[in-house]
């Protein structure tokens, strides 16, 4: 009877002996016997099989649509007489007075930041449901999930029309339009960290007699609050530069004023409010980076390029092995309620009494008309009335499936055209892949630059170039998906476990080697979730452009807002929200079969 000996995994098999044609293993002479000692391969399952093939077909689909969109260089080139023509009438640029400047860009940073916080805390307990090692049950769950794909297929320019007629002109439809779109996205990231948690903190404050609130508090809240943090940072950068849209249906902010003055060919001063928008997603950047030091300590795979210029002791040995003493106060419950005040502490209260006084005085310089929740109501029915029963009126229903149909063929273009340099910029950026810190400060440099351009002011700028259709709005949306995908991608390579990373180059692996057999693989999963968000991202995007003349379906949605034909806007919305849910689903699914 043959024994068969289990696998100890010493150094023999990992040395180079188990060579291709020997017929050894380890140095062993092939005998049957060593053979049954040999682990057998994992079979693929037939699921990961369809997985892999269905992300291949959705690869090739949008090569074809990259081609069926006609993007030119040769005929881009040809087109500049027309970037000079508009460069000409552009002159140079101009911006409003500096007192009216100031204020506009404190009405746009006030509601962004209230809409954001508004979302945020909505959010959680949405992702409390939808998160599969929290939720009470299949049935919150799927509900859950539910509200987190409607919120983020609702278009927030669809939401601020229906919140125009209801409430004052001002800011509160944009508060309220940006709060309710952005629960799709927080809910979504704050439900996939709650399920990367580390089960044991909150299984051991059950198996005390922990109640839920408990286990909440002390188990989850702990591990996934700087991801949380990074994730509300994160959107409202977003929605700052989302803000420009929400002008022009008549939200308050710079966005209304650049869409006077484009509307009015302008463009010196639209493109001066354009810059500034710019230079407020850099600011909001670095203190994202600011907030970011401050909540992660010495966790120094989070580093950026401004953490580095903020925080430059940020993660060295000595910070690191002093952080692990513990601390004379934290000896007893006695000593820990009498902490002294240090240095640290007090910057610490500073910071956040000055969170709050930031939050209170975005609400106070929204303006925000409070008597406005207690009067909508009346409007609500008269407003149902206009948005409800959805209808195409007077389109045909073949040219409004045709039009969705071009716009998933953009959103789908836009997402392959970024893959590529996406993978390149965000790999460059990741502290463990980058070939030097300067490169990496370079990388994030330019994703930064890149993110901080709104697509709408793209889009624009090459309707000018190309002319109406899709090609302007392909082009938009992959520049801009560009620093959107690779930061996701580069904070992704930088969460994995450097320990293959280090086995690896311990061997004498190269770098290339090391990225291709240990990064790359760790952060797959990672990949093709982000790349699904961006494909999410690119339809609604691709929906707004539509609105500049960037082709779609959105060119249907502009008319049919302008004569009021908001019955038509809805049927629209259910389109979108149709697309948006089977691009949810198939997220899920890769998710868990690539797991």
Not at 147 to 169: E, H, K, Q
Not at 422 to 427: D, E, K, Q, R, T
Request: charged letters at 15%; proline letters at 5%; a positive charge.
């Amino acid at each position: 009877m043959t024994v068969v000996r289990p696998s100890t995994g010493s150094g023999t098999q990992g040395s180079g002996t188990q060579g291709a044609g020997s017929g050894t293993q380890g140095g062993g002479s092939g005998t049957p016997g060593d053979v049954a000692e040999r682990a057998p391969r994992r079979a693929v399952s037939p699921e990961r099989i369809a997985a892999s093939l269905t992300l291949l077909a959705l690869l090739v689909i949008g090569i074809l649509a990259v081609n069926e969109v006609g993007i030119s260089l040769p005929a881009m080139a040809q087109s500049w007489g027309n970037a000079e023509n508009f460069l000409a009438r552009v002159g140079g640029l101009s911006f409003p007075e500096p007192g009216d400047l100031a204020w506009l860009i404190a009405l746009t940073v006030g509601l962004v930041l209230v809409g954001t916080l508004l979302a945020a805390v909505l959010s959680v307990p949405i992702a409390y449901l939808a998160a599969s090692n929290t939720t009470p049950g299949n049935g919150w769950r799927a509900a859950a999930r539910f509200i987190g794909v409607l919120t983020r297929a609702l278009p927030d320019v669809v939401l601020a029309m229906a919140f125009v007629l209801m409430f004052s002109l001002g800011t509160l439809p944009g508060i309220l339009a940006i709060g309710i779109h952005s629960i799709g996205m927080i809910s979504k990231m704050f439900a996939d960290a709650i399920e990367q948690i580390d089960e044991g903190p909150r299984l051991a404050i059950r198996a005390a007699g922990g109640s839920k609130l408990q286990e909440f508090t002390s188990g989850i809240l702990p591990q996934v609050l700087p991801s949380w943090v990074a994730t509300v940072l994160h959107r409202n950068d977003i929605n700052l530069r989302g803000s420009v849209v929400l002008g022009y249906v008549g939200v308050a902010g710079l966005g209304l004023e650049m869409s006077y003055a484009f509307k009015a060919l302008n463009y010196g001063k639209g493109l001066g409010i354009a810059l500034v928008i710019f230079i407020l997603c850099i600011v909001m950047e670095i203190v994202s980076s600011m907030v970011r030091g401050a909540m992660l300590g010495q966790q120094q795979q989070t580093r950026s390029w401004i953490d580095r210029l903020l925080h430059p002791r940020l993660g060295s040995r000595g910070s690191a092995a002093a952080s692990t003493e513990r601390p004379a106060w934290a000896a007893s419950p006695a000593t820990a309620v009498r902490r002294p005040w240090t240095a640290q502490r007090v910057r610490h209260a500073i910071a956040g009494v000055v969170a709050v006084l930031i939050v209170v005085g975005s609400v106070v310089v929204s303006q925000i008309n409070w008597l406005d929740f207690f009067t909508f109501w009346g409007k609500l029915p008269e407003v149902a009335v206009k948005f409800w029963p959805p209808s195409f009126g007077s389109y045909d229903a073949s040219v409004m499936f045709e039009a969705m149909r071009d716009t998933v063929a953009i959103a789908l273009a836009a997402t392959v055209l970024t893959l590529l340099p996406s993978l390149i910029l965000g790999s460059l950026a990741a502290s463990n892949v980058a070939p030097s810190p300067g490169a990496r400060g370079a990388a994030r440099f330019l994703l930064v630059g890149i993110r901080g351009i709104p697509e709408l002011i793209l889009a624009i700028v090459l309707v000018v170039v190309t002319g109406l259709g899709p090609q302007a709005g392909v082009i938009a949306l992959a520049i801009g998906g560009v620093g959107l995908l690779g930061k996701l991608i580069a904070d992704s390579f930088e969460e994995v476990d450097r320990g293959p990373e280090r086995a690896l180059r311990a061997v004498g692996a190269t770098r290339l080697q090391t990225y291709t057999s240990a990064t790359v693989p760790q952060g797959m999963q990672a990949l093709i979730g982000h790349s699904f968000y961006m494909l999410d991202t690119n339809i609604r995007a691709a929906t707004i452009l539509g609105i500049v003349g960037g082709g779609g379906v959105g060119y249907y949605l502009l008319n049919a807002s302008q004569g009021s034909r908001y019955e038509t806007v809805t049927a629209i919305v259910l389109m979108i929200l149709a697309t948006v849910l089977v691009v949810e689903g198939l997220a899920m699914w890769m998710r868990k079969v690539f797991r």
